[in-house]
């Protein structure tokens, strides 16, 4: 069995950075492909970032490219998502998946869910 724990949500104004972290336990996840999506109330939860397993390819959509960076520390089972020059719209509840093989957009592909975490951005 495998948690994810999501850190480094908090309230910012726009134009601020949040960098979110999300350890995982259980097991080790270096196998896994991981992601992180966002929800908004009355939204469906989309994708904003995806690593390989090495960490040497990345998936954003357009919407995060350029602003928003996925890394991840396999030693220490955890996986980073660096937010910067942000705005209102991405105020959602941010949570980091895992358990696929391959980066994939859909979240239904994921096994593996964190419990979220809150990023505000205030105008």
């Known amino acids: 069995q495998v948690q994810l724990v999501e850190s480094g949500g908090g309230l910012v104004q726009a134009g601020g950075s949040l960098r979110l972290s999300c350890a995982a336990s259980g097991r080790t996840l270096g196998w896994s492909a991981m992601s992180w999506f966002r929800q908004s109330p009355g939204k469906e939860r989309e994708f904003v970032a995806g690593?390989?397993?090495?960490?040497?390819?990345?998936s954003y959509p357009d919407a995060a490219k350029g602003r928003f960076t996925i890394s991840r520390d396999n030693a220490k089972n955890t996986v980073y998502l660096q937010m910067n020059s942000l705005k209102p719209e991405d105020t959602a509840v941010y949570y980091c998946?895992?358990?696929?093989?391959?980066?994939?957009?859909?979240?239904?592909?994921?096994?593996?869910w964190g419990q979220g975490t809150q990023g505000t951005v205030s105008s």
């Open positions: 690593i390989s397993q090495s960490g040497r390819s990345t």
């Open positions: 998946a895992a358990g696929t093989l391959a980066i994939v957009r859909d979240p239904a592909q994921y096994e593996y």
